[in-house]
């Protein structure tokens, strides 16, 4: 078998999630029988079946399901790798930080000011995601560090555990829930979390899909919340940090907290993204430390 070609699998790919050669030829931009000869061509070359075709409909083999899995992870390498090598040949080198707004256990100030102490530092690109955007953005090249809560998709990331903190429950002041010290998951019935989900499900490894149009700007989300249209799960530094006469912050007993990593790609041996990996997990360790006595 010989190797296969990036071109290949972008043929093989459209195909598979049409399962229309038309439609696939269509969003290639080229013409269907060339494409035909491009998928049986590769059939040949890895001598199986990964398409079974009739003249109603295209369907995955058990080959064609695997290829597609894995042609995915090749191609969105590739992508990766020319973003990368692009960022590297910029004249001006920056580190680029994905993370989602408050959600660094208020540690970036410190982070950063450490980070550039050190030698191998360069300035900061801070880049803002949504929910479930970082890992993303670091798999396809778009950035080169994060900071990430749990639960998330660490396929191909290496990362680093920063802090842990409480989830409490963030409630309009006048709701009746907000009148009680402690609460419990199944306590949330029939309320809504910002995303449309149910909130007696808590939060889970795969966000359910949205309900409507999901809520994503924080302040939209705190005037629902006041308004009693939602409720939020938040960690304990975002209700520090944002305190609010009409929201009430309760502790939830099995909510299960959430914990801020430090992540970047598996391979990525930039000076600069180890030099900021050592400065997030110095502070961590000392914001630790710092909290220890208070604790006990």
């Known amino acids: 078998m010989s190797d296969l070609e990036v071109r290949q699998l972008r043929y093989f790919v459209a195909v598979a999630e049409e399962l229309h050669f038309g439609r696939a030829a269509e969003r290639l931009g080229m013409a269907q029988p060339p494409l035909s000869r491009a998928i049986r061509e590769l059939e040949r070359q890895l001598g199986v079946r990964l398409?079974?075709?009739?003249?109603?409909?295209?369907?995955?083999?058990?080959?064609?399901?695997?290829?597609?899995?894995?042609?995915?992870?090749?191609?969105?390498?590739?992508?990766?790798?020319?973003?990368?090598?692009?960022?590297?040949?910029?004249?001006?080198?920056s580190l680029r930080l994905a993370l989602k707004a408050d959600y660094d256990a208020g540690l970036l100030p410190r982070i950063i000011a450490a980070y550039e102490r050190e030698d191998a530092a360069v300035p900061v690109e801070l880049m803002m995601c949504?929910?479930?955007?970082?890992?993303?953005?670091?798999?396809?090249?778009?950035?080169?560090?994060?900071?990430?809560?749990?639960?998330f998709d660490d396929r191909g990331l290496d990362h680093e555990v920063l802090v842990t903190e409480p989830?409490?429950?963030?409630?309009?002041?006048?709701?009746?829930?907000?009148?009680?010290?402690?609460?419990?998951?199944?306590?949330?019935?029939?309320?809504?979390?910002?995303?449309?989900?149910p909130a007696e499900g808590g939060v889970t490894q795969a966000p359910p899909e949205p309900v409507g149009r999901p809520?994503?700007?924080?302040?939209?989300?705190?005037?629902?919340?006041?308004?009693?249209?939602?409720?939020?799960?938040?960690?304990?530094?975002?209700?520090?940090?944002?305190?609010?006469?009409?929201?009430?912050y309760r502790p939830v007993a099995d909510l299960p907290p959430t914990t801020?990593?430090?992540?970047?790609?598996?391979?990525s041996h930039a000076p600069a993204v180890a030099a900021f990996v050592r400065a997030a997990t110095a502070v961590a360790e000392h914001e630790v430390r710092a909290a220890l006595p208070a604790a006990t």
């Open 51 to 93: 398409l079974d075709r009739t003249t109603r409909q295209v369907t995955l083999t058990p080959a064609g399901t695997v290829l597609l899995r894995d042609a995915h992870t090749v191609l969105d390498a590739v992508t990766a790798a020319g973003r990368r090598a692009q960022h590297a040949g910029q004249p001006s080198p």
């Open 167 to 197: 989830r409490l429950v963030a409630l309009a002041a006048d709701d009746p829930l907000a009148a009680r010290t402690q609460l419990r998951l199944a306590d949330m019935a029939g309320r809504k979390l910002p995303d449309g989900s």
């Open 130 to 151: 949504g929910r479930g955007e970082q890992d993303r953005a670091l798999r396809e090249g778009r950035a080169d560090v994060a900071l990430v809560p749990t639960p």
């Open 260 to 267: 801020l990593v430090v992540a970047w790609p598996a391979n």
């Open 215 to 248: 809520l994503t700007d924080f302040a939209q989300i705190f005037n629902m919340i006041e308004l009693g249209n939602v409720i939020w799960y938040v960690p304990l530094s975002v209700a520090r940090r944002h305190a609010r006469p009409a929201i009430a």
